[in-house]
């Protein structure tokens, strides 16, 4: 049971325009949404979270929506550089003390920012 | 101020064989998450320690186990290994609070190769 999921395995995208990268998960209880970024022989790393009593967080080019009623979330990165090719992950959390701090993870996006 | 390491970096073993993996947490931080990350697929929680004691588990057999010493270090264990077994070993620190979400910080992973 995939609770969340990245149907986009790849993107490409030009240098300085938008990204995209979409997100969705099944299970409501979801409270907390994070995105990580992970380059080749290193772990994830943090890169931007959301609360599920927001629907919107920005820091800095990059800008995460959330859509609770879709069940859907989403990573903008604007404008996109070479620099931000790397695998994105989506992951989830729940409050619950009994599933509080196990991270749910879809299967990731890989960018590639083309110059 | 070191963030997460874990050791060794790549290790080989045959089926049936019995592996440990090590993980030091980030200065400060008292819970240690383990996560599989099979190739093309995101991170799949394992379990999780805090104050010593086995505090979430996720859908893995008995075969993997694990302990966190006083000094707030864990060990992976994986006992008759299987080529299933094949992927990158994540571990993630976090300071535990029981309720909510606290980051978790990833380590670079241990590759394991079953042959």
């Known amino acids: 049971d995939q609770q969340v999921k990245q149907n986009s395995p790849s993107l490409s995208v030009q240098e300085g325009r938008i990204s995209i990268l979409n997100c969705d998960y099944t299970n409501s209880m979801f409270d907390y949404f994070l995105w990580y970024k992970k380059y080749p022989a290193e772990g994830p790393t943090f890169l931007i979270s959301i609360s599920s009593i927001k629907d919107k967080n920005e820091d800095g080019r990059f800008t995460v929506f959330l859509n609770k009623s879709a069940k859907h979330l989403s990573l903008h990165i604007v404008p996109s550089q070479p620099g931000d090719s790397a695998v994105y992950f989506c992951?989830?959390?729940?409050?619950?003390?009994?599933?509080?701090?196990?991270?749910?993870f879809g299967q990731g996006t890989e960018l590639s920012v083309k110059p | 101020d070191a963030g997460v390491t874990q050791s060794p970096t790549h290790l080989i073993k045959t089926r049936g064989q019995q592996v440990t993996l090590r993980c030091s947490p980030k200065s400060g931080h008292d819970t240690v998450s383990w996560y599989q990350q099979a190739l093309g697929q995101g991170p799949q929680f394992i379990f999780q320690y805090y104050e010593e004691e086995e505090r979430q588990r996720g859908n893995f057999p008995d075969r993997f186990s694990g302990h966190q010493f006083p000094n707030y270090s864990s060990e992976l264990n994986v006992n008759a290994l299987l080529l299933g077994d094949s992927a990158l070993y994540l571990c993630a620190s976090s300071l535990g609070s029981g309720l909510g979400y606290n980051e978790q910080f990833f380590g670079p992973g241990t590759r394991l190769t079953v042959l």
């Open positions: 992951a989830a959390s729940a409050a619950d003390y009994n599933q509080g701090g196990k991270l749910i």
